[in-house]
């Protein structure tokens, strides 16, 4: 059975629309000819006249009656299907968007990315699930639909990917640790008892090479998978943390964090997705959802820096004139 040419779809739907072949003709820009040759196949492909001559015109026959507004509605369906989308409709859009995140990512920017979605779109749900590797499989057979973290050797290359935040390494205890007095040196950081973060359960990381450089070595006294356990242990023992800083910001609430004595290893946080979701509207609204979320979260962490910067200089300089 051949397939049908639905070009006279819309040859038709412009035919019956003008009663007339040379108006149609112009307003198809074809030749009267052409357009005449047009309404033959159609007459062959339908079994029907569909327009026959009454005096100096045409008329409709039954059958084009009954198919003119059933075509009329098939050629503008058409057109919809195969037009760029353009509007986004937030407040019906009922979806449910899944985001694999690794430690921290809900603690810290969950509440207000939810916020914002839920004022936005009401009807959109997320889901989140815990990242346990890097592979991108997920994401390409699309029971994922962002993910994030750092780029590595199991993304595969045809992922888009945008960076969302820098973090860099720093240390933690509990309160009423030996380190949250006095000045904290390479060697006093080593000298302490550790927990090592790895997912793939290595016993060495990227800070125990920076302190092999400089001829230190850490006691790694237990290994876990992810930075919230990390955290809980070193907030109930005596254990050191090293952890992500931005990362992993409320989960040390309560905690005593200090920076590494060290160049601290550095790493891109970045958002992850198929190159299949680019031109979704809704796929592409909630990644600025996610990117605008990340770049506040930024500009609140450094005001309060410069405000604790600023106190720190302040009661420095009060000091230094009491002495005076």
Known sequence: MSTPDFNL??????????????????????????????LARLRETTGDPLLVRAGRGLVPTPRALELREQVSQLVQDAAAVLRPAEKLDLTQLVRTFTL???????????????????????????????????????????????????VGEGTGPEVRVRALFQDRFIGVVRQGHPLCQGEITPARYA????????????????????????????????????????????????????VPERHTGTLRDGMHSFALPFPAPEITVSLL????????????????????????????????????????SSRLSDSASEKH
């Open 9 to 38: 779809l819309v040859t038709l739907d412009v035919l019956l629309a003008e009663g007339s072949v040379a108006r149609a003709a112009r307003r198809l820009r074809l030749s009267p000819s052409a357009m005449s040759r047009a």
């Open 100 to 150: 694999r995140v690794g430690d921290g990512f809900v603690e810290n920017f969950g509440p207000s990315l939810i916020a914002r979605v839920g004022e936005a779109a009401p009807g959109v749900r997320l889901r989140f699930m815990p990242k346990s590797n890097k592979d991108t499989a997920p994401l390409r057979d699309g029971s994922v639909d962002l993910d994030t973290g750092v």
């Open 191 to 242: 000298a302490g008892r550790h927990v090592l973060v790895s997912r793939r359960g290595t016993d060495k990381g990227p800070v125990d090479e920076t302190l092999r450089a400089i001829g230190l070595e850490r006691e790694i006294m237990t290994i876990v998978g992810g930075f919230a356990p990390a955290l809980a242990l070193a907030r109930a023992t005596d254990l050191v943390a090293t």
């Open 273 to 312: 997705w198929h190159p299949r979701m680019d031109a979704d509207l809704a796929h592409r609204w909630l990644r600025g959802c996610v990117r605008e979320i990340c770049a506040a979260s930024l500009a609140d962490s450094v005001t309060v820096a410069s405000a604790a910067a600023e106190g720190v």
